[in-house]
């Protein structure tokens, strides 16, 4: 076995676990440049954007609990297919509104909830799944492929988006709804038995076991509340739709290149750390990625020239997956199998809450501020955090290797 991630993909549980993501992110993807193009050609509000992040996050707190059970009772390849296929109905659904110019706000936020349900049940079930079909002397190096592959779909996904839309957003989302059928079947076709858990009473002490382990494990606490607030505070893509038509003048197609910019970026560090996993260093290394990641978002913010604004997107995406690697192998690599699905309810709500609920205040920050304002703070406050973060979280810092030796 070598030591990068890519003798991996000899294996065929993970290469249909490869497939499954690729597809699935690419609908996302897809589907995210379609929902905001159409709904601020709608509404033209950055109010509107805002809350349809909201939408999109609200089921994943009020759900962890039971997702995460969820994910640690019961065969995790078949929960996180009924995840796709339920994200595979939401697609169909918005077909209809848009089909049958169904143009009220209410139905697209329901189906947006009922999407950000569907991932509050997929997305432990697959964090908790994808270590075991990985051998734990390439784990770090097979999280950076698995995040490699993900990210073209990322890539590939918003461009997809935006060049399709031309034909209409209803193309976009019935694209979308079969490639979520396809991450579906190839979910499926995965062979590795699931992991035996033993049905213990749901008890209180049980239902908070993932708060309970992140809570008991700074570094872990550290890495993923240090995530939370880089991204909430530093993103922008909920107000990509507002720079690519105000400040940038571009259509939906810039639009969408602009969005596969930080994805491009962290495509290109995913296959360096593929093929050159981090073995030293990961705390300073996790530190230092999120401090450029704020800095090229103040570049960003101030930026009026696309070529600028698609540099700073890129190195953006660059430093945020040396944080999306050292924080899923600490997670992921050093949690007990039978519990990962709970630890993993719980960093998807974080991770949720950067996303989305990032979204949301993106979209309250830039109606109050206007959008470079919003964007600029959001970046320094990012920075600030990491500096801070040093401190409150000194064993991060000092953390030398991602996997503990046991």
Sequence with gaps: MTSSGWSVLRLPDFRAFVVARIATVLALQMQTVAMGWFVYDLTKSAWALGLIGLAAFLPAPVLALITGQVADRFDRRKVIAAGYGVACLVSLGMVVLITFKINDMIPI???????????????PATQALLPGLLPRENLSGGLALSATTMQTGTVLGPALGGFVY??????????????F????????SITARPSVVAREPITTAHLLGGIHYIKAHPVVLGAISLDLFAVLLGGATALLPMFAQDILNTGPEGLGILRAAPAVGAISMALILTQWPIRRHAGRLLFAGVGVFGLAM????????????????????LADMISVNVRQSLVQGNTPDEMRGRVSAVTTVFIGASNELGEFESGLAAALLGPVLAVTLGGAC?????????RLFPALWQRDRLLNPQ
């Design 166 to 179: 031309v034909f209409g957003p209803d193309v976009v989302f019935s694209i979308g709804a079969c490639a």
């Design 382 to 390: 990012t920075v600030l955090i990491a500096l801070y973060w040093t």
């Design 181 to 188: 059928a396809l991450g579906a079947l190839s979910m499926l």
């Design 109 to 123: 936020f329901f189906l947006t909830m009922l999407q950000g349900a569907a991932r509050a049940f997929y997305m």
């Design 298 to 317: 103040i570049g960003f913010g101030l930026s009026e020239h696309f070529l600028l604004s698609l540099l700073c997107l890129y190195v953006s995406g």
